[in-house]
């Protein structure tokens, strides 16, 4: 048995309504297991009651991003997301907004919270965030122009698509360059907000040391 499945052998051993036996028992009625550096999505899977569907993976990453954790993966889920499905648009925001008024989950790990009952968790979970509003404000303007960059980018790209098809070669040209342009917008937003999201973490990982050695 590797050590994953006996992770998930661990876990059905856990007292019912903890976190940890809940999680278990979210694989075994799937058939899946843990997969190794993405425990922690199966965690939050369970934690925030997003089910394991298309329609539900979209809407935790919509949560998610809001919530601060602005990698990659989950813009990516996301922005195809909301072109496969833009009927839940509404629905995408109001899972943003939660996120935001969230405490911050994308460190949380399996080992370290799966013998907490769940319930608490969820209780912990819907408390305010202590923010210091001068501190982050600066933080929270580079978060918005790395998302309008981006999203100008996606739009370029979009709208410059059809061109770059064209037998044309004035229209390939002409579309090539504002293509490549929002490439580098969406690319730069991107890794801006994958740095702040590291930032954060790092914060959150000195502010953990100091309150254990306290």
């Known amino acids: ?25 979210c694989l075994d009625n799937h ?15 369970v934690l925030l009651d997003f089910k394991m569907t298309a329609e539900d993976e979209i809407r935790m990453q919509a949560f998610m ?9 989950s813009f990516t889920i996301f922005f ?23 405490v911050p989950v994308s460190e949380w790990t399996v080992e370290e919270y799966a013998f907490r009952p769940i319930n608490e968790l969820r209780t912990e979970l ?5 923010e210091n509003i001068n501190s982050i404000d600066m ?9 309008t960059a981006i999203i100008a980018g996606i739009f370029g790209m979009l709208f410059c698509l059809p061109y ?6 004035a229209d390939l040209v002409g579309a090539g360059f504002p293509f490549v342009g929002g490439a580098i917008l969406v690319v730069g937003g991107l890794l ?10 790092e914060s959150q990982q000195v502010i953990s040391t100091i309150a254990n050695a306290g």
């Open 192 to 201: 801006t907000l994958s740095n702040i999201s590291k930032g954060n973490k």
């Open 65 to 73: 991003i809001g919530n601060g954790n602005y990698s990659i993966p």
């Open 80 to 102: 195809f997301g909301t072109l496969l499905l833009p009927d839940l648009w509404m629905t995408f925001y109001s899972d943003f907004k939660n996120g935001r008024n969230t």
């Open 126 to 130: 819907a408390k305010p965030k202590q």
């Open 1 to 25: 048995m590797d050590k994953y499945h006996k992770q998930v052998d661990e876990l059905r051993k856990l007292e019912k309504g903890t976190l940890g036996k809940e999680i278990a028992d």
């Open 31 to 45: 058939n899946l297991t843990l997969v190794p550096k993405y425990e922690s999505h199966d965690l939050k899977h």
């Open 139 to 147: 933080k929270r303007f580079t978060q918005l122009t790395a998302m």
């Open 164 to 169: 770059l098809f064209s037998s044309n070669m």
